[in-house]
């Protein structure tokens, strides 16, 4: 349960972030301006499901195919505006 609690308030911060950038500053790590577009999305989605691929948690169900999908699906979500915050 707390898994899907954490995947759908993620999924709403990043859908506000690609909503705001434009008008509110997000930096990142360095200080630099990050634009949330959905190009810059998508890297980040690859980049952590290549994380997770590589090192997975002890206690992770599913195969990497099952990861694969739900990145898929989380990022479509994100980009069509499917979430429901409460």
């Known amino acids: 349960m707390e898994d ?15 909503k ?9 790590e360095s200080g630099k301006a990050a634009a949330h ?8 989605f690859d980049e952590e499901l290549e ?3 590589a090192n997975p ?3 992770a169900f599913g195969n990497p195919e ?3 999908v739900a990145r898929q699906i989380a990022e479509g979500m994100v980009r069509n ?6």
Do not use: N, W
Request: hydrophobic fraction near 40%; include cysteine.
């Open 20 to 28: 705001h950038y434009p008008t509110v500053p997000i930096v990142d």
């Open 51 to 53: 994380k997770l691929l």
């Open 4 to 18: 899907l609690a954490t995947d759908r308030i993620y999924r709403v911060m990043i859908a506000q972030r690609m």
């Open 66 to 68: 099952q990861f694969k």
């Open 57 to 59: 948690p002890k206690d």
């Open 81 to 86: 505006g499917e979430f429901d915050p409460f």
């Open 37 to 44: 577009t959905p190009e810059f999305i998508s890297c980040i």
